[in-house]
């Protein structure tokens, strides 16, 4: 449920409302309440799953730090159909290996606003797209808040997509 976050199951044959498709997961609109289905339970609203994200064999660390980036960009702030890493919402990303190979991923990312409801739901979103990535063991995400976010941390796309140039 959005904003709270809450798990809920909706039951088979209730009617909604599709109100967002972006970046692998929808938000159905349900009973004067919005919720966030996952890409890979399309199906039950009737949609083809999303499938998580794969590397070749042979990938490289430039492949690897692609497809983090690529993940990345599939969260959408709710309220701005434009993904967090155009919008300037991420500080930092940095990658490691642990004892075992295994990747770490760190990242440090800021809010449109800090009084934003969206906030746990969008580092979880970014946490559990991450963990998708094969060969990463772990992601840390922190939030913050210095320096306080502004449209001119965004891209030059994403300022003109929302007219913010």
Known sequence: MIPQGDEVTIPAGTVGYITQALGGSFTVFVDGNLFRVAGIDADA???EPVMPPSLPENATEDDVER???DQMKT?????????IVD??????CEMTKDDHGGR???VEMTLTAPG???????VDDVRSK????PTVERVNVELTFEPPWNHHMMSE????ETGMF
């Open 67 to 69: 497809l983090i980036w």
């Open 75 to 83: 969260v959408y702030d709710p309220e701005i159909p434009v993904n």
């Open 116 to 122: 934003c409801g969206m906030g746990d739901i969008l």
């Open 87 to 92: 919008l300037g919402l991420i500080y930092r």
């Open 157 to 160: 796309v994403a300022r003109l």
């Open 45 to 47: 609203i009737g949609k």
């Open 104 to 106: 770490i991923i760190d």
């Open 130 to 133: 991450l963990e998708l990535v």
